[in-house]
């Protein structure tokens, strides 16, 4: 009988959070299993990207991101979106001793290269919410219209 696929073999355990190694210690390298991802996060906002017969739509989650400081431009093809989230003090949070903070501030830029079909001086950016949407729009003979060609006889 072959081993049930979902369940853990012994060498899995070794890799699996919260499971201890089979000999009882926890993996040496456990608590930085997931840093990779995390680091990530911190400098990528995360991005959803679609397609229409009438263009393309990219939304960016900036929460906590003020609208003035995000700047979107187009450069040989490239579609790139940046801006700063800034950290917030005030006088009373100097008095008061901080634990710990999962908030992340800071630089970020997300670079997305656009289809040769997108009209670039039509492209719009929309801030709400948190949200960036930056739409798209295809080229008028790129929308999947149907052309009709003369044809002319010599």
């Keep these: 009988m072959s081993p049930d696929p979902s369940s853990p073999s012994d060498s899995d355990q070794q890799t699996q959070p919260g499971r201890p190694a089979v000999s009882g210690w926890p993996s040496f390298f456990e608590p930085?299993?997931?840093?990779g991802q995390a680091v990530a996060n911190l400098f990528s906002?995360?991005?959803?990207a679609s397609h229409s017969d009438d263009g393309y739509e990219i939304r960016v989650e900036l929460p906590g991101v003020a609208e003035k400081?995000?700047?979107?431009?187009?450069?040989?093809?490239v579609l790139t979106i940046s801006g700063e989230k800034k950290e917030e003090r005030t006088e009373r949070d100097e008095e008061r001793k901080i634990y710990f903070t999962e908030r992340s501030f800071g630089s970020f830029q997300r670079s997305f290269r656009i289809p040769d079909s997108v009209d670039q001086e039509a492209i719009q950016a929309d801030f709400e919410k948190g949200v960036l949407t930056v739409a798209l729009?295809?080229?008028?003979?790129?929308?999947?219209?149907?052309?009709?060609?003369?044809?002319?006889?010599?």
């Design 45 to 48: 906002p995360s991005a959803d």
């Design 32 to 35: 930085f299993r997931h840093v």
């Design 137 to 154: 729009p295809k080229k008028a003979e790129t929308k999947g219209e149907k052309k009709v060609v003369a044809v002319k006889s010599r």
């Design 69 to 77: 400081d995000v700047e979107v431009s187009v450069h040989d093809g």
